[in-house]
């Protein structure tokens, strides 16, 4: 294959950067005369067919030979130039392949106006099964085919060539001017009209690397130049060029710009340095420029700056350029309100009466006045729980609010003393319209935008991020829309009979459907918010543009979250104050009651809702913490009761001396012990390493498996152990499990309470104390005498040595227990007999503590006699073929 050398250009090809009108017009000229000209002319022409020439080195690959028989292509080798004229001829069309195509011979062949490609085109092609392209232009590959190129910013005409030449190499087509059938422009700056264009239009703009490292990958068959990893990575920073210097911030938020800065290919410098492009202005803080300057400084607001980097291309400046405050129509306005005047005292006591009569209007209206977009909308305890510290109804997207159309004179009747009631009332639908206008916010300001087709630079956000951030945000405003005209039709039309607790009544069902799944999931929605924030610096500058509106009264998209967390509750106190006001003798006294009693059950459904989603977030948790942990476990009705840590005190279910984690579910108990040793991570195919799980499987066991639970007796030589009696269905006898408590937190009295609990809720029997049972530990040989001694640690290292060795030199590799559940049936056949009826009294007595000890499985009995045999027959074999 050819080197990974850069072309040089030459005579033969120096024309190719500039001949993109040229190449469409002989385009369109072969088409019409291949199509327009008579019927009979066309049937009237010779058939050519296709034959490939493979000159030089082409001819000494096997592969291409492979892939050209493959697509039945005929072909012929030529070893030099001399021999083109023997080969022409008027019956083929021909084809060259040309390994290198810095090969002279490119620039002979490409004289004579022949067809010229290079092998990864044939590879290709016979990978896909198509014919080879139809190109006049050499063609050495298909990575940039379908891609429109335009330039901008190249001073250098070899250089222009060079890369225009690459391009044409790798299939794709180059325009002198921009217009809107360009796929990328290659930018050697960050100015011009071009640039412009293809920044307002969206269009990728790339640095000249990205054709040279193309050019690199020619040869590789499935490599494409504008898959989004490989193009992203010489993607035109916004920054480029841009030297910036920061006014007006303080010092955390200076830092972070001046670090996403450079993280987008600019620099910075302090303010007044000669040497900055753009001098970033915080406008609410900035009154008057320090120093003058200069005609070349672009001096504008930070949403540039975050624009910028959310669109992933450097804005327009003329679009955010700073405006001083000093400005003459604002110094004729401050001097109008000036109070020094020979008239001061007519125009105070003017003053003074508007504000009053501004004030009556306000008693009046039910609608929320108009408030400042300056307003202090600082984030307090206070601020959360008042709703009507918020935007109002100044805010509009397209549909102006019904709460902003209709006047409030004319609406409200002009009473001479609002009742209490009357005032409440009010008060809950101003909260109600702010409420729904922070809802408006949210989805018109952030999650709109963000789900958005076609974004400049891309999707901010991926869609199962937007879908945990917002959840059912929209479903709760369609509700509360429906709350706040209902609330506003009332308050227009007001008589003291008519019933607020209908309206909430009404919309109760649909309450209860749209506020768990956002409520339950918030901190899931928070924690995503800033994860992404903290990741993904275009979703910081979305963030950074949209929370610095008016609209978010200064109150990030977290903040603004938290209302309908809140909402409810308050609902809740209104209303309380509504029926303290409301006269007993009023129908509406009852209909609040039930108001009330039905919001508190969709609180109390979301609470139980949260539990049972916490719940099954622990389930989860456990495995992903338990290596092997059978899929089964998750389950919408099994739920988390208690994680206990023990040692096993016997053989099962783990060997004595290991470190056990039992898992109590209500219908089942998960058995895990520690990992021996851990091998590795676990990495994620999107790249993300996952620690190893502490926990290996051991064994899923139905509560209904436990016969008795059995509390061993406090002795000198035994402390805090329990052991379970356990019918597996694959065994002919009960199992002993023991175990020794380690966890300080949790008593032994009380951890076998809540086990016998449950085991009686799933075998449906209501006597639990018969299921715990008082035994000796001598009767069932179990101590937890030198458990960490040093002897003990040895002798089970030593122990779990031999196990290995073992295994390693067993043929069969098969782990003993699930040896012994496959010889149990034929067990009587291998014995020769069946148990004797001493073994079967053994059996009945297993269910009394006295005789739990000491009573081997008939499973087992059989399996030494069974080895011997087999290592007898094993050996006789081996002698015979000997």
């Known amino acids: 294959m050819a080197d990974n050398s850069v072309l040089t250009s030459s005579s033969g090809i120096s024309s190719l950067a500039d001949s993109s009108i040229f190449d469409s017009k002989v385009t369109e000229t072969c088409k019409e005369n291949l199509f327009i000209g008579p019927t009979s002319y066309v ?109 901008a910013g190249f001073r250098k005409k070899e250089e222009l060539v060079r890369l225009a030449t690459l391009v044409h190499h790798m299939g794709g087509l180059i325009r002198k001017d921009f217009n809107s059938k360009v796929t990328h422009l290659v930018a050697n700056c960050t100015q011009g009209e071009k640039f412009r264009i293809a920044v307002s239009l969206g269009t990728p703009i790339m640095k000249p690397e990205w054709i040279y490292k193309a050019w690199e990958r020619r040869n590789e068959l499935d490599f494409c130049a504008s898959v989004d990893d490989f193009r992203n990575e010489f993607k035109v920073p916004p920054f480029q060029d841009c030297i910036l210097s920061f006014l007006g911030f303080s010092d955390e938020e200076k830092t972070n710009m001046e670090e996403m800065t450079e993280m987008q ?117 206070g601020s959360l729980l008042d709703i ?67 974004q400049r630079g891309g999707p901010i956000l991926a869609p199962e991020e937007i879908k945990t951030i917002f959840g059912s945000i929209p479903d709760i405003f369609d509700v509360h829309s429906k709350i706040k005209d209902d609330l506003e039709d009332l308050i227009v039309n007001w008589d003291e009979s008519r019933s607020i607790g209908d309206i909430f009544l009404k919309y109760s069902k649909d309450l209860v459907k749209t506020y768990p799944p956002f409520v339950n999931f918030f901190e899931m929605s928070k924690e995503t918010i ?13 963030l950074k543009i949209n929370q610095a509106k008016p609209e978010c009264g200064r109150q990030s998209l977290v903040e603004l ?51 049972k989603t916490e719940a099954q977030k622990q389930i989860f948790d456990v495995v992903y913490e338990v290596d092997g942990c059978p899929a089964n476990l998750l389950s919408s009705h099994r739920s988390l009761v208690q994680r206990v840590e023990t040692i096993s005190l016997g053989e099962h279910p783990c060997d004595r001396g290991e470190q056990v984690t039992l898992f109590l579910f209500n219908d089942c108990l998960e058995i895990a ?51 379970l009696l356990v019918r597996p269905p694959t065994e002919q006898a009960n199992v002993l499990l023991s175990f020794q408590m380690t966890s300080e937190e949790l008593p032994k009295e009380n951890w076998l309470k809540m086990l016998c609990r449950h085991v009686a809720n799933t075998i449906c029997k209501a006597d639990t104390e018969n299921l715990i049972y008082t035994a000796d530990p001598e009767t069932l040989e179990v101590n937890t005498k030198d458990m960490d001694s040093t002897l003990s640690r040895a002798s089970r290292a030593i122990k779990k040595t031999s196990k290995k060795v073992t295994r390693a030199f067993s043929f069969s590799k098969t782990p003993r227990r699930a040896l012994r559940r496959t ?51 094993l050996s006789r074999s081996t002698t015979h073929l000997i």
């Open 43 to 151: 049937e009237e022409m010779p058939q050519v067919e296709t034959r490939v020439i493979l000159v030089q080195e082409a001819g000494n690959q096997e592969e291409l030979i492979e892939a050209l028989k493959e697509i039945k292509m005929p072909f012929v080798k030529m070893e030099s130039v001399e021999e083109y004229e023997n080969l022409d001829s008027p019956e083929f069309e021909n084809v060259f392949i040309v390994m290198d195509f810095q090969d002279p011979v490119l620039n002979e062949l490409y004289k004579k106006n022949s067809r010229v490609i290079g092998p990864p085109v044939v590879l290709n092609c016979a990978q896909k099964g198509k014919p080879l392209p139809y190109l006049w232009r050499p063609l050495y590959c298909t990575s940039m085919m379908n891609l429109v190129l335009c330039f």
């Open 265 to 381: 290919g600019g620099s910075y410098l302090p303010v007044g340095d000669d040497r900055c492009t753009h001098l970033i202005i915080e406008e609410n803080i900035v009154k008057e420029l320090p120093f003058e300057p200069s005609k070349e400084l672009y001096v504008v607001k930070q949403e540039w700056f975050w624009g910028s980097i959310q669109m992933d291309a450097r804005a327009v400046e003329t679009m955010y350029l700073y405006e001083k405050a000093n400005t003459p129509e604002l110094k004729k306005s401050v001097s109008l309100l000036s109070l020094s005047t020979p008239n001061s005292n007519r125009k105070r006591r003017r003053l003074k009466e508007t504000l009053a009569q501004l004030s009556r209007e306000s008693d009046l209206s039910p609608f929320p006045p108009r408030k400042r977009p300056s307003a202090d909308h600082s984030l307090s305890i």
């Open 388 to 454: 009507s510290n918020t935007p109002d109804c100044s805010i509009n997207y397209g549909e102006t609010p019904k709460s902003c159309t209709k006047s409030p004179q004319n609406s409200t009747p002009v009473l001479s003393k609002q009742s209490a009631r009357w005032q409440v009332a009010k008060e809950l639908y101003q909260t109600e319209s702010n409420y729904v206008n922070i809802l408006t916010t949210i989805i018109q300001l952030f999650q709109v935008p963000l789900e958005e087709e076609g």
């Open 530 to 542: 800033i994860k992404c924030e903290k990741q993904k610096p275009r979703f910081h500058a979305f």
């Open 561 to 611: 979250l938290i209302r309908p967390v809140q909402r409810l509750p308050s609902v809740v106190l209104l209303l309380n104050d509504l029926k303290k006001h409301t006269a007993e003798e009023n129908p509406d006294k009852s209909t609040l009651e039930n108001a009330i009693e039905s919001l508190r059950e969709v609180m109390t459904h979301i609470n139980e809702d949260k539990r």
């Open 673 to 723: 012990r520690k990992r021996h040793k851990v091998i590795g991570t676990f990495k994620s195919p999107h790249g993300h390493t996952r620690p190893p799980a502490p926990l290996k499987h051991v064994q899923l066991m139905p509560l209904s498996q436990i016969k008795k639970v059995l509390d061993i007796r406090e002795t000198e030589d035994c402390h805090n152990a329990f052991a």
């Open 823 to 873: 010889l149990m049936p034929s067990q009587s056949s291998v014995e020769g007999r069946s148990p004797h009826g001493s073994d079967k009294q053994a059996l009945s007595r297993l269910s009394s503590t006295s005789s739990l000890a000491g009573i081997p499985s008939p499973s087992l009995v059989s399996l030494p006699s069974f080895f011997e045999r087999r290592s007898y027959a």
